[in-house]
């Protein structure tokens, strides 16, 4: 098996895993409604563990973009096979998304919700803050990539990577999942939310596209800041990308905790009008 196939069949099965627990869960009549966030962040952790052993002696398993680029930016991976391996990972989580679809084709019908439909295929936040979203999904997947890294430098761990990586996506969708849902991945947000927009899914609203780029940009963000810093702190390497990521990520928290003040001053601005 190529490279190219070895991305796009490990990241389908993290989406036929990944969005399958969620589908279980959210959608009307099946055997696991209701299960609850703890049952969907468990199967997103196994899902990325069967992935990577899967294929991971065949490609080394990224399947996800924000990885690809951010083992790029420090020299742990071809810049020149970087194309490749995202467009398989696309093209992987598009096809997972299909496959989500047809495994649950008889409750889309029962579920009345747009909202809990889409939320099979893709992310959506919890409370609606671009610049926090964005810081959301930038500490999750800078994270990702620390840990990775970390996880690697540990002989011990040799042969139990898989399981090990599932537990650290395990501890960020219980840690830092609540606010966003925890993309973490391009290709796991943007590819089953294009699969959402063309599939014929019964009921089915809009397919968030204001919100898409969210999950796309603050991963890629997040995941060559955590290897970058990794390579700063844990190897000394103190790169110009480390300190242009590190000035922009200052810029990205200003942003945040601005919009937050100003939300903050409407919300008092509105309750002091309904005591008035």
Same mark, same amino acid.
């Given at each position: 098996?190529?490279?190219?196939?070895?991305?796009?069949?490990? #990241?389908?099965?993290?989406?036929?895993?990944?969005?399958?627990? $969620?589908?279980?869960?959210?959608?009307?009549?099946?055997?696991?409604?209701?299960?609850?966030?703890?049952?969907?962040?468990?199967?997103?952790?196994? !899902?990325?563990?069967?992935?990577?052993?899967?294929?991971?002696?065949?490609?080394?398993?990224?399947?996800?973009?924000?990885?690809?680029?951010?083992?790029?930016?420090?020299? =742990?991976?071809?810049?020149?096979? $970087?194309?490749?391996?995202?467009?398989?990972?696309?093209?992987?989580?598009?096809?997972?998304?299909?496959? $989500?679809?047809? !495994?649950?084709?008889?409750?889309?019908?029962?579920?009345?919700?747009?909202?809990?439909?889409?939320?099979?295929?893709? #992310?959506?936040?919890?409370?609606?803050?671009?610049?926090?979203?964005?810081?959301?999904?930038?500490?999750?997947?800078?994270?990702?990539?620390?840990?990775?890294?970390?996880?690697?430098?540990?002989?011990? #761990? =040799?042969?139990?990577? *898989?399981?090990?990586?599932?537990?650290?996506?395990?501890?960020?969708?219980?840690?830092?999942?609540?606010? #966003?849902?925890?993309?973490?991945?391009? !290709?796991?947000?943007?590819?089953?939310?294009?699969?959402?927009?063309?599939? *014929?899914?019964?009921?089915?609203?809009?397919?968030?596209?204001?919100?898409?780029?969210?999950?796309?940009?603050?991963? %890629?963000?997040?995941?060559?800041?955590?290897?970058?810093?990794?390579?700063?702190?844990?190897?000394?390497?103190?790169?110009?990308?480390?300190? %242009?990521?590190?000035?922009?990520?200052?810029?990205?928290?200003?942003?945040? %905790?601005?919009?937050?003040?100003?939300?903050?001053? =409407?919300?008092?601005? =509105?309750?002091?009008?309904?005591?008035?």
């Amino acid at each position: 098996m190529t490279e190219f196939m070895g991305e796009l069949i490990g #990241t389908m099965i993290l989406i036929i895993l990944g969005g399958g627990v $969620v589908g279980g869960v959210v959608l009307k009549n099946t055997k696991a409604e209701g299960a609850g966030w703890i049952v969907i962040t468990v199967g997103w952790g196994l !899902a990325v563990t069967m992935a990577i052993y899967a294929v991971g002696n065949i490609s080394g398993a990224h399947i996800n973009p924000a990885v690809t680029l951010g083992f790029a930016a420090v020299g =742990e991976f071809e810049w020149a096979k $970087v194309p490749l391996f995202v467009t398989a990972q696309m093209i992987g989580a598009i096809i997972g998304g299909v496959i $989500v679809y047809l !495994a649950y084709l008889a409750h889309w019908r029962k579920t009345d919700d747009p909202e809990t439909k889409l939320a099979v295929f893709a #992310t959506a936040p919890a409370e609606r803050s671009m610049f926090a979203n964005f810081l959301t999904e930038t500490i999750g997947t800078f994270v990702l990539l620390l840990g990775l890294l970390f996880i690697g430098a540990n002989s011990f #761990t =040799e042969g139990l990577n *898989p399981l090990i990586v599932g537990l650290l996506i395990l501890a960020i969708g219980v840690s830092l999942g609540g606010p #966003t849902g925890y993309a973490i991945n391009p !290709a796991r947000d943007l590819g089953p939310r294009i699969a959402h927009a063309f599939l *014929p899914i019964a009921g089915k609203g809009h397919s968030d596209w204001g919100y898409s780029w969210i999950p796309v940009v603050g991963p %890629i963000f997040g995941g060559i800041y955590g290897a970058v810093f990794y390579k700063a702190f844990f190897e000394q390497e103190f790169s110009v990308l480390f300190w %242009i990521m590190s000035v922009l990520m200052l810029v990205a928290i200003g942003g945040a %905790i601005s919009e937050d003040a100003k939300k903050q001053r =409407e919300q008092a601005g =509105e309750l002091n009008k309904k005591a008035v």
